[in-house]
């Protein structure tokens, strides 16, 4: 991210932008505790949104078919994550649940949490990234369900407007048989609250 050849607006340009946020904000950015701070708020951006230099579907192209007919569901919960709001830029922190059920082959578990990444390293609405993570994982694996569910907890709604602490939403989404069998359904949402300490 602000590669000169990726990006239309240079370090410089962005540098400059946090000067002009510091003195909107009431500051003196030629103070001395302020001095690098345009550096180093560029520099962080380029970690937070690193999702967009990444194709996430490249994470799942390479599979493995060598599973002995192994064709149960297969869980991954509490992988971390953190984002940031498209609304108000502020940080998004929660966890994501990933099941699928294999359809004759299977991917490697860090690859899913990959997926999640670079999803989560771009401006966000929590409902598209949920979506976004079950639909890559669908159509490149192509098994026969995906279910994904969301928490998050806004820290646009906990350090401004509102100013709700403890406050997390859940969003989910089911494709396949997760959708279509609600027993399928049924035993991903106890996987995932049984890894949760919800009792």
């Known amino acids: 991210m602000a590669d000169s050849d990726k990006s239309p607006v240079t370090q410089a340009q962005a540098e400059e932008a946090v000067r002009t946020l510091l003195l909107w904000a009431g500051e003196d950015p030629t103070r001395e505790g302020l001095l690098d701070t345009p550096r180093r708020v560029a520099k962080a951006y380029g970690d937070w949104f690193s999702g967009y230099d990444i194709d996430p579907r490249e994470y799942l192209q390479r599979t493995f078919e060598e599973v002995a007919g192994y064709d149960e569901m297969i869980v991954l919960r509490d992988i971390e994550y953190e984002s940031h709001c498209e609304h108000h830029m502020a940080p998004i922190i929660g966890k994501v649940h990933v099941g699928y059920i294999p359809n004759g082959k299977v991917v490697g578990i860090s690859k899913l949490a990959r997926v999640v990444e670079a999803y989560a390293r771009r401006f966000q609405v929590q409902e598209k990234m949920t979506a976004q993570i079950a639909t ?55 996987f995932v609250q049984s890894g949760s300490g919800r009792r």
Do not use: N, Y
Not at 145 to 169: D, P, Q
């Open 136 to 190: 890559c994982i669908q159509d490149v694996l192509q098994p026969l369900g995906v279910a994904v569910v969301v928490e998050g907890a806004h820290e646009c709604m906990t350090t401004r407007g509102v100013h709700k602490r403890g406050v997390s939403m859940v969003t989910s989404r089911m494709l396949g048989s997760f959708h279509d069998d609600a027993r399928t359904r049924a035993e991903f949402l106890q």
